[in-house]
């Protein structure tokens, strides 16, 4: 027998109270008015002096509550950075302002800080919302009286992903405001499986983002206690608030980082303290950008005896996303990050007396100590004698042992910290030039942390790679360069791009949610051949045409654009000049921008952002890029977790350039991103060498975690698959019939059909042809899926039943991955919807490009009209009532609104119907809650409980009552075929 989620609730608070802990259990606190005399009480107390040892009267604690009513977890992220680390409320008390401190992140386990658990708290509904329900939330965590993270927990029978489906419910219902909306972590755990995740709006919530801990040697900490002791516990539960948060102002989220990211941070801080150097080994794709971020400015807050914290990059990253990344982690942080325009504005940030993060280029330093700086002068020995600790961004090439010996030797008392995905070994080391050090851990000494692409995709922090090889095979000499650059090989490798990359671009996902792709080259002359090439095409200029199937989903498809490093602009010629300025045009005509050659970073920053699209902006389709040619360009340092596929036609590239560039795709997106997709298209002997000695050298010395089987092994293993799912069900039409048992075993085959044919059709070679030689049909699949979606639904209901000893164990997270949703997506349109609502406050949406958007949201519900003309309705008169009032529904939960019209629509049917046919209602609703499959769930009891003398009294001409049973559920079946179905199912 499974323990109570009492019973586990029970155990979470002693161990968090235990021994010497800072937690205070509070049993008492359980309502909202509890909390908020709880949280005056504390700031009152801490702010003695400023009140000059008055109580808060009922109004100036009024001015306070109001401050405290935040519209987003990440408007109360903002709050919490403080100012210089005092966290404040304000009060005019008659002419004069008092500044209250309710947080003093200096005060970490000590001073002001007050650490409070409690558990049971009643969130109760709106007396005017009579559709919420009162809920009960398990464990919250409060820091000074606010609540900091929110614990929910399931009993072992249960995954631990009900708890973060329960949150997302919890949140779209509105449970999470007042004191409550200063949330910024929650945790879920059913006992033996514990997960942590940044606070977030309910359509922004994604379980790809939910994140488990790992202790220094990146091994798993999962039962609850455990992750008590090394998360929960003080100091630690208090710095992941204070400290290891981070704002993304660009994407207006809360990001949390990894445990590998904090082990990172914490292990520099350690060698920073006795003056040690070293370095970083964390897989590209993991986030390092944001972890040296946190590491560069936690340098300058924790050791005082540093003068200058210098983050160091590449010129040829300055137009990729470093600085932007930096600048919008940094926006709303207690350090200043200053970017360095030019060489003069170096010297004078180096030479002032303020203590900043600066972002600079290796060149610009280079030529600073080396031209600009005068011998024996006053700045000259200020300069040289600055107390600096350098972190490097992409250590491994960025600053090379020569240039690295030269600024030490300048930079006497200077701390280096590297970070690289790819480190430079024994067996891929720097060219030898004289006794300069020729592997990374000789440049910058000890590895402080380590985490591989093994580590990476075992913790869901990235996703392993498909690659496929398609040059052409048997060639005497695979590097013959006349073999690939003519117009019938580009072809080819536009045919596969165009019309052989469904699944590979997303195409199942639907409009507006498809992914990007990068075509790569060798040269710029190329890489402008391919793209008058795609114009030729796309215009029908060519033998080339896009499948209709493409064009059904994206009439626009591909959407493309070709960017340029600043560097190739320099040294193109007139003629790739000419061809720079036609494409920039085409940009400029297909996204209403006005970029000329003057501005070519400018442009590449735009489709940098267009490519991220962490913009709200960007989700638009209208918005949106499917393709980007580039030579070199975004194959290092760039983050686009909407990418997933990389398009190489150029040969092998080292080791260290390979995983760089592989790893643009494998980033973290939705549900149906499963792994970075790499076709080559030249050299396929040398290319899967190379890719295997690269994958070999970054992970440990296994290629299996990180690449995914090739056709040959996953082409077999499907058909097994299929045989597999015969045997337990050989049609679809068997499985109501069956026993649990079966049942079960049934999921199981089906997940492992359902992940092999998702895997099959991501492949080039794969075509919807094939189905016929397997034997199976899509249709066939989606009658499986539907009856899976059931039993899946109806073992979860059992789950108190124990399962027999020799039943497959059910991966109850599982997410079909082969499922294709064409239709336009419900939740894009609410997304759509609720940007329109709630803009980012920092844009200015101007009439033109708000009716822009609406007429974009009014398309899609045309769309999906097609589809589901009821939830088309209920969408299009909620847009209605924005058009005629912008504001009405600002900072609301647009998923929640249709949700709720959605159910008073379900409560109308069922009244409309009940009434008809004197049933009752309770046990209607129930029917249309529980349909599936064309089975009503409990015809028996609607026969009992519906009123056949009150039916009959009603109706001029009596039918007998075995008729008016029949005609009643069949009459029920109809309608929840036609009317409630697709309510439910959006």
């Not at 021994?19 to 205070?24: D, K, L, N, Y």
């Not at 009014?858 to 504001?887: G, H, P, T």
């Amino acid at each position: 027998m499974a323990e109570l989620e009492s019973v586990i609730e029970q155990k979470l608070i002693d161990q968090l109270v235990y021994g010497e802990s800072q937690w205070i259990y509070q049993p008492d606190l359980k309502t909202e008015d509890d909390l908020w005399n709880n949280f005056r009480y504390i700031l009152e107390q801490n702010n003695k002096d400023r009140l000059d040892g008055e109580h808060l009267t009922d109004a100036e604690f009024e001015q306070v509550r109001n401050q405290l009513q935040f519209s987003s977890f990440y408007k109360a992220g903002e709050w919490l950075v403080g100012e210089n680390g005092k966290v404040m409320v304000h009060v005019q008390r008659d002419t004069e302002k008092l500044h209250l401190v309710v947080m003093n992140h200096e005060h970490i386990a000590g001073g002001s800080s007050v650490y409070q658990v409690i558990n049971q708290y009643r969130a109760l509904k709106d007396d005017e919302e009579t559709k919420a329900q009162d809920r009960r939330f398990d464990v919250t965590l409060m820091i000074n009286g606010l609540p900091m993270i929110h614990i929910e927990l399931k009993n072992k029978q249960h995954s631990y992903m009900d708890g973060f489906w329960q949150i997302k419910k919890y949140i779209g219902e509105g449970k999470f405001t007042g004191i409550f909306s200063a949330v910024q972590m929650f945790v879920i755990s059913n006992g033996v499986d514990t997960k942590y995740f940044s606070a977030a709006g309910d359509t922004e919530l994604n379980p790809k983002f939910v994140s488990g801990w790992l202790d220094e040697k990146n091994n798993p900490v999962s039962d609850y206690l455990e992750f008590a002791k090394s998360v929960l516990r003080i100091p630690a539960a208090h710095e992941m608030i204070a400290r290891y948060t981070v704002l993304d102002e660009d994407a207006k989220r809360l990001i949390l980082l990894r445990p590998y990211q904090i082990h990172a941070i914490e292990a520099i801080r350690e060698a920073s303290k006795t003056g040690k150097s070293g370095y970083v080994w964390h897989t590209t794709g993991s986030g390092k950008t944001l972890t040296s971020y946190k590491a560069t400015r936690n340098l300058l807050m924790d050791i005082p005896t540093i003068d200058k914290a210098i983050f160091l990059i590449d010129r040829k990253d300055l137009d990729t996303q470093t600085t932007m990344a930096f600048q919008a982690y940094a926006n709303n942080d207690l350090i200043d990050v200053d970017e360095t325009d030019n060489v003069s504005d170096l010297k004078k940030k180096l030479k002032s007396d303020d203590r900043q993060v600066i972002v600079t280029t290796i060149q610009k330093l280079q030529r600073l100590i080396t031209k600009r700086l005068e011998e024996g002068t006053p700045e000259y020995t200020k300069i040289k004698n600055l107390r600096i600790a350098f972190v490097v961004d992409e250590c491994h090439r960025a600053v090379t042992p020569g240039t690295k010996r030269e600024l030490e030797r300048f930079f006497g008392k200077s701390l280096w910290y590297g970070f690289t995905g790819t480190p430079r070994f024994a067996e891929n080391p720097y060219p030898k030039l004289g006794d300069l050090p020729r592997t990374t851990e000789e440049l910058y000494g000890k590895r402080l942390h380590e985490y591989t692409i093994q580590n990476a995709i075992k913790d869901n922090a990235v996703l392993g790679f498909q690659v496929e090889h398609d040059g052409p095979k048997n060639m005497v000499d695979e590097t013959d360069s006349r073999i690939y650059e003519n117009e019938t090989h580009m072809l080819k490798v536009l045919d596969v791009i165009l019309n052989k990359s469904y699944h590979k671009l997303g195409f199942q996902n639907g409009k507006g949610k498809t992914y990007e792709g990068l075509l790569t080259t060798s040269s710029i002359q190329l890489a402008q051949k391919y793209y008058e090439l795609l114009k030729r095409v796309k215009n029908g200029e060519t033998s080339l045409q896009i499948d209709e199937r493409i064009r059904q989903v994206l009439p626009d498809f591909p959407k493309f654009a070709i960017t340029y490093s600043v560097t190739e602009n320099d040294e193109s010629s007139h003629l790739n000049q000419q061809k720079m300025r036609e494409s920039l045009d085409d940009y400029n005509s297909m996204f209403n921008t006005k970029y000329d050659l003057s501005q070519i970073q400018a442009y590449n920053g735009n489709l940098n952002k267009r490519l991220a699209r962490k913009d709200s902006k960007f989700k638009s389709r209208s918005e949106q890029l499917d393709l980007v040619i580039v030579v070199d360009r975004l194959l290092t340092g760039f983050d686009a977790p909407c990418m997933s596929t990389m398009f190489i036609d150029r040969q092998p590239m080292g080791p260290h350039d390979l995983i760089q560039a592989f790893s643009r795709t494998n980033r973290i997106f939705d549900k149906n991103k499963a792994y970075g997709q790499i076709v080559t298209f030249q050299a396929p002997k040398l290319f899967k060498e190379s890719v295997d000695n690269a994958v070999k050298l970054y992970s440990a010395g296994s290629t299996g975690t990180a690449l995914v089987a090739e056709w040959k092994e996953i082409e077999p293993a499907f058909r097994k698959s299929l045989k597999a799912l015969r045997a337990s069900a050989e049609k679809p039409s068997e499985i109501p019939g069956m026993s649990r048992k079966e049942k079960i075993v049934f999921i199981k085959m089906f997940q492992n059909f359902d992940k092999l044919f998702a895997q099959l059709k991501a492949f080039s070679q794969y075509d919807d042809s094939m189905l016929e030689s397997y034997g199976i049909t899509e249709d066939e699949y989606e009658d499986y899926a539907g009856h899976y979606f059931n039993v899946k639904a109806e073992i979860q209901s059992e789950s108190d039943d124990p399962a027999d000893s020799d039943t497959p164990e059910v991966d109850q997270d599982y997410e079909l991955m082969a499922y294709s949703h064409t239709k336009i997506d419900y939740e894009y349109i609410i997304n759509l919807i609720q940007n329109i609502v709630t803009p980012d406050d920092d844009s200015e949406v101007t009439p033109e490009q708000r009716k822009k958007q609406i007429e974009e949201v009014k398309q899609y519900i045309e769309d999906l009209r097609k589809d589901n003309f009821q939830v088309a309705d209920i969408m299009d008169s909620l847009v209605y009532e924005i058009e005629l009032d912008k504001d009405k529904y600002k900072g609301q939960s647009i998923l929640n609104i249709v949700e709720n019209m959605k159910r008073d629509c379900i409560e109308k049917i069922v009244k409309d119907f009940c009434l008809t046919w004197y049933a009752s209602k309770d046990d209607v609703m129930y029917a249309a809650t529980h349909y599936r499959n064309g089975e009503i769930p409990n015809e028996n009891a609607i026969k009992i409980t519906s009123d056949f003398a009150g039916y009959k009294a009603a109706q001029e001409k009596a039918i007998p009552k075995f008729k008016y049973y029949t005609q009643l559920l069949s009459a029920l079946k109809k309608t929840l075929d036609e009317e409630i179905k697709p309510l439910i199912n959006n």
